[in-house]
């Protein structure tokens, strides 16, 4: 069975600092993979999707970049951590093609970025 | 633009109701329509996927219906039970893309 992995669940890092969160997806290949943020109170605002290796798609000018190294293995990045990023951040991974329309999305459990 | 809404924000109600929550979208050309909940400071876990072939599909106490032609989706949970309190998502799949609403976040109250 497919599942996915994230990690860390929670993170306190100063403003200025570096950032890297970690998703990798298992029993699955050629995923498409994706990155949520989710702010106190706010809805969920997809940042970045990626359908392989190496492409990369940026949906709002932001702090954060993102890299798949690995068809299974997705990075959310940035080199100076703003207050502004604070929030829960979800990664979600689903088939391609035409299976997507009956399997859907599965995301894993966040991680709650908090940035003093 | 997909537009995607979900009234009411917030839902108390006793337990063992019946209840529905509701989903609104402006573009019915959609791929499919996808029900989540989530606990707080959880990730999101998947209830139901309806195809935008399908009218409604069933999954114990939940049933989620799909009405393209009028831009809606229910989700029905029966027999409510405190367990069920949680934030209830709907993301739609179209040609734009993903987007979800801004979730219900529905307390069963023992």
């Known amino acids: 069975s497919q599942t996915i992995h994230q990690w860390p669940a929670t993170l306190v890092q100063p403003v200025g600092s570096p950032l890297s969160l970690e998703c990798t997806v298992e029993g699955t290949s050629n995923p498409n993979l994706y990155w949520y943020r989710q702010a106190a109170g706010r809805g969920l605002q997809l940042l970045f999707y990626?359908?392989?290796?190496?492409?990369i798609s940026s949906e709002v000018p932001q702090n954060l970049s993102a890299s798949r190294p690995q068809d299974r293995q997705f990075i959310l990045s940035s080199k100076k951590l703003l207050l502004s990023d604070s929030g829960f951040y979800l990664c979600?991974?689903?088939?391609?093609?035409?299976?997507?329309?009956?399997?859907?999305?599965?995301f894993g459990s966040g991680t709650r970025l908090t940035v003093v | 633009k997909q537009e995607v809404t979900q009234i009411p924000a917030a839902l108390s109600v006793p337990e063992g109701e019946n209840l529905v929550l509701n989903c609104s979208f402006t573009d019915s050309a959609i791929y499919n329509l996808q029900w989540f909940r989530q606990d707080p400071g959880k990730g999101l876990t998947s209830l139901l996927l309806i195809q935008s072939s399908q009218r409604e599909q069933t999954s114990g106490r939940l049933n989620a219906s799909l009405d393209k032609s009028s831009g809606r989706s229910t989700l029905y949970i029966a027999a409510s039970q405190p367990g069920d309190s949680a934030t209830y998502l709907c993301?739609?799949?179209?040609?734009?893309?993903?987007?979800f609403g801004q979730g219900t976040r529905l307390t069963i109250n023992p």
């Open positions: 990626s359908v392989g290796i190496g492409q």
């Open positions: 993301l739609i799949q179209g040609a734009q893309k993903l987007v």
């Open positions: 979600a991974w689903s088939v391609q093609g035409g299976a997507l329309r009956k399997n859907g999305y599965t």
